[in-house]
């Protein structure tokens, strides 16, 4: 059988996809931008996803977005995009692993050094940034084993379960990517 996920960046455990718009990989979009335990970590994203509007995201060719998919099993199992800003040589990363049971398993680690290397080898870039809620430990974990240096925070920035969190803006440079932190 015909794999539906066609490589765009390859991992070891993962690799990057042309992004589907298939009815199947639409559905699970969708879902995972509404379950109510992922959306709170992506930003505006704090209701049920209008599953109509679906179609328009997926093909929004503004950012580079790609599926992140199971090697073993070839199962779509999230997404990621990078958003490329050639005037000030620069990226933005966002990545969601929806499949729970993948979860804490390396795979978010691998994604992010993925796109790092595509980002700073490829794209030519001085620095890649992205923001993360201050409550997602494990993301925060996972890009600081990347490289990734908490720089900024957006105090306040969300509103959940009548509470306020801050945003935390993580960022990291060509040298610092070049000369890994040392463990």
């Not at 060719?61 to 005037?87: A, N, Q, W």
Request: charged letters at 25%.
């Amino acid at each position: 059988m015909m794999s539906k996920n066609i490589c765009r960046l390859d991992g070891n455990q993962i690799f990057l996809s042309v992004l589907r718009d298939d009815e199947e990989a639409v559905g699970l979009y969708a879902k995972w931008m509404s379950d109510e335990t992922t959306c709170v970590f992506i930003e505006h994203a704090h209701s049920v996803v209008d599953i109509t509007r679906m179609p328009g995201w997926v093909r929004d060719h503004s950012v580079m977005r790609m599926g992140i998919v199971l090697k073993e099993t070839d199962t779509l199992i999230g997404y990621c995009h990078i958003d490329h800003r050639t005037e000030d040589m620069s990226a933005w990363l966002s990545i969601n692993i929806g499949e729970k049971s993948v979860r804490g398993k390396g795979i978010g680690t691998e994604v992010v050094q993925i796109l790092l290397r595509y980002c700073f080898m490829a794209l030519g870039v001085y620095s890649v940034h992205l923001d993360v809620l201050e409550t997602n430990t494990p993301a925060i974990k996972c890009y600081e084993k990347a490289g990734f240096r908490i720089s900024g925070r957006y105090r306040g920035h969300c509103y959940y379960m009548r509470n306020h969190y801050d945003w935390l803006h993580m960022d990291i440079l060509y040298e610092e990517y070049r000369q890994p932190l040392e463990p």
